[in-house]
């Protein structure tokens, strides 16, 4: 199963998708939730609602596709925040802090309790100290992690044009 970050909904409703334009996409994310292919986390529905836009709306109708936290995740989140917090890992006070707050934390660590992929349009940046990137934080649990147009091909996704158009 494919987890998707808040920037995966984000970005491509503000840019590459939008629900105007490619409903199909939309439409793709909706099949994937319902056939158990692709889901998120809540938190992340959460980071969605504070734009009250037609996303927002578009989650709020989708809320099944956002799934809750479990005690089978809490080992996971333990594992990961150990991970953030170590002294290998160097980041500062202030990226672990801004880490384990967010949906990344939350998301990596369901990935990792349940063996799926994570999909974000964040790139790796091992060197940085100051933010923890959810492409490092996958490597450090050896959990997948996969970008949005990688996972469209994998799963064989097309939007094309109807007869109407």
């Known amino acids: 199963m494919y987890l998707l970050d808040a920037n995966v909904f984000i970005q491509s409703h503000r840019a590459h998708y939008g629900f105007d334009v490619v409903p199909g ?7 994937g939730g319902g056939a158990g292919t692709l ?3 809540r938190v992340i529905k959460d980071e969605l609602d504070v734009g009250q836009d037609e996303l927002t709306g578009w989650a ?8 809750a936290m479990d005690a089978a995740a809490r080992p996971s989140l333990a594992h990961l ?9 160097g980041y500062t006070q202030a990226a672990q802090a801004e880490f384990l707050a967010s949906g990344d934390y939350q998301l990596v660590a369901y ?8 999909v974000t349009y964040e790139v790796p940046a091992p060197g940085s100290k100051k933010k923890i990137k959810i492409p490092d934080a996958c490597r ?15 799963e064989s996704a097309r939007f094309v044009l109807g007869s109407s158009a």
């Open 60 to 67: 709020v109708d989708h809320a099944s596709l956002f799934l």
């Open 140 to 154: 450090a649990l050896d959990v997948p992690c996969t970008g949005p147009y990688a996972m469209l091909r994998e």
């Open 111 to 118: 990935a990792h309790a349940y063996n799926h992929t994570v």
């Open 39 to 41: 889901a998120s986390v």
């Open 81 to 89: 925040a150990r991970w953030a917090t170590s002294t290998s890992a």
């Open 25 to 31: 996409f939309w439409e793709w994310l909706a099949q």
